[in-house]
């Protein structure tokens, strides 16, 4: 099925830990970015990239990092884990905003830092 | 920069009944793109309604309806004939359609719930 792909669907960390969280689309988007959803927050941007090699910071990229080497892939790496970074995180994808505005979420990962 | 307002943390409403949330935003884009989301407790973003900024009818998309209001930068959805399932968090989201590439930009969201 077309669509994206998060995983894992939840994960406990330690503090101090670093892990990354996949993120896969076969839809051919240019666009990918990554969201995390805090309660009474909303969703908030971390990092987005508009194709393979250029990627951007959001709104809360401290303690992210993001490449894109493919179309298809943008994994999320926490380099280290604080209790902060506990949060539901999404990945979404879309094409360039002037073909289309419509994104694509995935199912999101629900990440605990104890 | 673009941002989103949703000033309505909490909303109940009956079952059977219409029900508008708000949403006002602010963007310097003349090209740009309204949604509204639907977040159940099982956590999935469902997309609801598209409404962009040089469309001439409002959106509808069967018992959802989007109020745009170009003038007064609001771009409320309307849920008419409430149901028990439509209780759920509600995000207003908007981006640019130009030539830039701006991400989507989220509110804080809404939180339904219908009463049976």
Known sequence: NAGVTQTPKFQVLKTGQSMTLQCAQDMNHEY????RQDPGMGLRLIHYSVGAGITDQGEVPNGYNVSRSTTEDFPL?????????????????????????????????????? | AQKITQTQPGMFVQEKEAVTLDCTYDTSDQSYGLFWYKQPSSGEMIF??????YDEQNATEGRYSLNFQK?????????????????????CAMRGTGSGNTPLVFGKGTRLSVIA
């Open chain 1, 77 to 114: 790496r926490l380099l280290s884990a604080a209790p902060s970074q506990t949060s539901v995180y999404f990945c979404a994808s879309s094409y360039l905003p002037y073909r289309g505005a419509g994104y694509t979420f995935g199912s999101g990962t629900r990440l605990t830092v104890v």
């Open chain 2, 48 to 53: 609801l309604i598209y409404q962009g900024s």
């Open chain 2, 71 to 91: 003038a007064r930068k609001s771009a409320n959805l309307v849920i008419s004939a409430s149901q028990l399932g439509d209780s759920a968090m509600y995000f």
């Open chain 1, 32 to 35: 990918m970015s990554w969201y």
